[in-house]
């Protein structure tokens, strides 16, 4: 059974606003680089109904003890979204997958607005797919999603500050 988080924020900024942040391409590289990434690839297609994403770089990981021997510290990461509007609001799909790690983290975000600007929401599950320490290592990836999705909501705010 996989392993579930929500992480939210609110940002001051209205839902527009954050959604044109996080759909701009040179914003995404600056805030993938200033996380230490490398190799940073991305493709933003403007779509009908909202904007797909791809987000491709080369990131280290501090991995959880239990599999330092068996995977690579520094892994390729793709990252596919997909924003679609609803009136004021904003809901996406996405994954994350790490090559040479069997598993992945799959999940929904919103951007909707709020009396303080907007605010967002993010549910994820990580499934990781190795025999008798699943568990752990699905709750170690998924602490370290959120702790990244804090750390990329900060540095979205400080964005949309100016």
């Given at each position: 059974?996989?392993?579930s988080?929500?992480?939210?924020?609110?940002?001051?900024?209205?839902?527009?606003?954050?959604?044109?942040?996080?759909?701009?391409?040179?914003?995404?590289?600056?805030?993938?680089?200033?996380?230490?990434?490398?190799?940073?690839?991305?493709?933003?297609?403007?779509?009908?109904?909202?904007?797909?994403?791809?987000?491709?770089?080369?990131?280290?990981?501090?991995?959880?003890?239990?599999?330092?021997?068996?995977?690579?510290?520094?892994?390729?990461?793709?990252?596919?979204?997909?924003?679609?509007?609803?009136?004021?609001?904003?809901?996406?799909?996405?994954?994350?997958?790490?090559?040479?790690?069997?598993?992945?983290?799959?999940?929904?975000?919103?951007?909707?607005p709020?009396?303080?600007?907007?605010?967002?929401?993010?549910?994820?599950?990580?499934?990781?797919?190795?025999?008798?320490?699943a568990?752990?290592?699905?709750?170690?990836?998924?602490?370290?999603?959120?702790?990244?999705?804090?750390?990329?909501?900060?540095?979205?705010?400080?964005?949309?500050?100016?």
């Open positions: 059974m996989p392993t988080r929500t992480f939210t924020f609110d940002y001051s900024a209205d839902p527009q606003s954050v959604a044109a942040l996080l759909h701009d391409p040179a914003f995404l590289r600056k805030r993938c680089e200033a996380a230490g990434d490398k190799n940073v690839e991305i493709h933003v297609e403007a779509r009908a109904d909202g904007v797909h994403m791809t987000v491709a770089r080369e990131r280290t990981m501090d991995l959880p003890a239990i599999v330092r021997g068996i995977v690579k510290p520094t892994n390729r990461a793709v990252e596919t979204t997909t924003w679609r509007r609803q009136g004021d609001s904003w809901h996406a799909d996405y994954s994350l997958e790490v090559a040479g790690l069997p598993g992945k983290v799959s999940g929904q975000s919103t951007l909707a709020s009396a303080q600007g907007t605010h967002y929401s993010s549910t994820f599950e990580v499934t990781a797919k190795w025999p008798l320490v568990k752990k290592i699905e709750s170690a990836i998924a602490d370290g999603f959120t702790e990244q999705l804090a750390i990329n909501a900060e540095r979205n705010a400080q964005a949309l500050k100016g």
